[in-house]
């Protein structure tokens, strides 16, 4: 069962080892990113970032999809982590069970292209007019898509984001 879907450039880090793991009390994080799945280095990092006591799964976004549709993950507690709301809209339109999507950091280190600058959204959402458009089919799903870096801080509601 998937207990938190959150969207965090940075993918597991401090806030998340710490704060949300704790927070959701998960057993299991996947990680759903095509390049973090093809290097073993970025593989290796994010292991020892993640909590020892929570086992932790870094697949391409089409293999972390297979894996969270397998019937044996209905009684785990998941943290999914994607660090783009393209890979999130991938992510939600082939998983159920996803109860909400909450949206971390983004935008401030992700690579720009090129004449496509980002605009602030919120105090860590930076977005371009293509990023834009995935938040708005996130939203758009139906799910509840919340932004909030922290379990301390309120949850604020994207869709407002985005207008």
Sequence with gaps: ??????????????????????????????????????????????????????????????????????????????????????????VVENVKGIPFINVGNYGRIAPQKPDMPRKRYGNNIYCDDEEVLEFKKLVATGLKCVYQTTPEEPAEDVSGLFK
């Design 1 to 90: 069962m998937i207990s938190l879907f959150r969207i965090d450039e940075r993918l597991i880090h401090g806030q998340i080892a710490i704060k949300w793991s704790r927070h959701t009390g998960v057993s299991h994080i996947v990680v759903a990113n095509d390049a973090a799945s093809e290097s073993p280095l970025i593989q290796k990092t994010l292991k020892m970032a993640a909590p020892s006591t929570v086992k932790t799964a870094i697949k391409s976004v089409d293999d972390a999809i297979a894996l969270l549709n397998d019937p044996r993950c209905e009684n785990l507690k998941i943290l999914v982590l994607v660090n783009n709301p393209t890979d999130a809209v991938k």
